[in-house]
């Protein structure tokens, strides 16, 4: 398989993830499963098996902007950091998710800070944590 | 979470070589991935099917040094000497796979690969790796052969402990002599044909082949032995034993010597 073929998966299945997230007041427990641990899983796999294949042949590194720049021109690398992305973000996405369930902030809440995860990941963190201090402000007052 | 209960789960409930059979089968899981990634190959084969095929074979023989386990003397693997000793074993265990790993990763070959100074220095340690890891068949083999309370029928424990003896000593030879020369071939293949699954060579000599029987000496000389308490009379059971060892050794000598010759085994 390609790295493009991959790449066709591996959206699909993040974003699936993202919607069960969506719905989890239906089934929070499937909800976490799924989207908590089976999907980043499966795409830890991937991005295990695409670091074990193409790590040793890229070129770059970590130390400089332009070595991690350098990282990203192999296709299988740069898939493999997209691949980062989006199963790290779920993984927050369901932190989230479960935080909130936890500590009684209503869903509706949530739904803007998984929103701005899926798309910005630490954008929808950081509201999150917001939103957190601001509501538990509000109920010590 | 789901997570942190099943790692909580594991240790507990089974022994420490078995923990370690589950993580050599479930870290076979990326690199199967890797082999549907990677066009690479090495002999033929794609450059990830040795890996595979070690953490199988160590799986296995780590789940069966775990069933047997339970024959030994009462206490034994609670001592501290033992446990230091299994955690040299597993530590071997884990430099084995995680050398031949590394070698696939970075597209060359973990044995025989001299190719540079830190391989050439790797490779005698793993073969020192190799040896203590294969010891512990020995060592549970003596301590079975000498435990006076398996509550096994007594051609059935000598099967085993003959197994497991059998095991170490034949696999130091063929292994040993293996690791010596610069490959695992005697000749050199012309059309590269293989059996499958095991990759022998159907052409040449092949020293993989001894190597094979010699390690699985203790599945099939305590499979002699459960049959022979199975079919024949106390009497005639424990000469049977002996006999299946010794022609066991035979047909593992007999697959060395042919090896040796240039000759495949199929």
Redesign the interface.
């Known amino acids: 398989?390609t790295p493009d073929d991959?790449f066709q998966l591996a959206n699909p299945l993040a974003l699936l993830g993202w919607i069960i997230l969506a719905a989890s007041p239906l089934s929070p427990r499937w909800a976490?499963?799924i989207a908590?641990?089976a999907i980043p899983l499966v795409m830890a796999?991937?991005y295990?098996?695409?670091i074990?294949?193409h790590?040793?042949?890229a070129t770059g590194g970590y130390g400089s902007l332009p070595d991690v720049m350098a990282l990203f021109t192999s296709p299988a690398i740069a898939l493999a950091g997209w691949v980062h992305y989006l199963a790290f973000d779920l993984f927050v996405g369901a932190w989230i998710t479960r935080t909130a369930r936890a500590e009684g902030i209503a869903h509706l809440f949530v739904l803007p800070c998984l929103v701005l995860t899926f798309l910005f990941g630490p954008v929808g963190f950081l509201s999150f944590f917001i939103l957190r201090t601001a509501l538990a402000k509000r109920s010590i007052a | 979470?789901?997570?942190s209960v099943s790692s909580r789960y594991l240790p507990g409930e089974f022994s420490a070589l078995t923990t370690m059979a589950v993580i050599l089968a479930l870290a076979s899981?990326?690199?199967l991935?890797?082999m549907?990634?990677?066009s690479?190959q090495i002999d033929g084969d794609s450059i990830w099917l040795k890996p595979l095929k070690f953490h199988a074979a160590l799986a296995i023989y780590l789940v069966t040094l775990a069933f047997f386990a339970r024959y030994l003397p009462a206490g034994l693997t609670d001592g501290r000497g033992w446990r230091a000793y299994q955690t040299i074993v597993l530590g071997c265990i884990a430099a084995e796979v995680i050398w031949i790993?590394a070698a696939?990763?970075?597209?060359t070959t973990s044995h025989f690969n001299v190719s540079s100074p830190v391989w050439a220095a790797v490779y005698p340690l793993m073969g020192l790796a190799a040896v203590t890891l294969t010891s512990m068949s020995l060592a549970m083999g003596i301590a079975i052969w000498r435990n006076p309370a398996t509550g096994l029928a007594p051609a059935l424990q000598l099967s085993i402990a003959l197994g497991l003896i059998l095991t170490f000593a034949l696999t130091v030879i063929t292994a040993g002599y293996m690791s010596n020369t610069t490959g695992h071939y005697v000749g050199t293949p012309l059309t590269g044909a293989k059996l499958p699954v095991l990759g022998w060579s159907t052409e040449v000599g092949e020293l993989r082949a001894p190597h094979f029987l010699a390690t699985h000496a203790l599945h099939g000389v305590p499979l002699v032995g459960w049959l022979a308490t199975l079919i024949l009379p106390g009497t005639w059971a424990i000469p049977t034993v002996w006999l299946a060892a010794l022609a066991y050794a035979a047909l593992v000598g007999l697959a060395f010597a042919r090896s040796l010759a240039g000759l495949p085994l199929i």
């Open positions: 398989m991959l976490e499963l908590g641990v796999v991937g295990t098996a695409l074990l294949v790590w040793s042949d | 979470m789901t997570l899981v990326p690199l991935a890797a549907l990634l990677d690479r790993g696939a990763a970075l597209g």
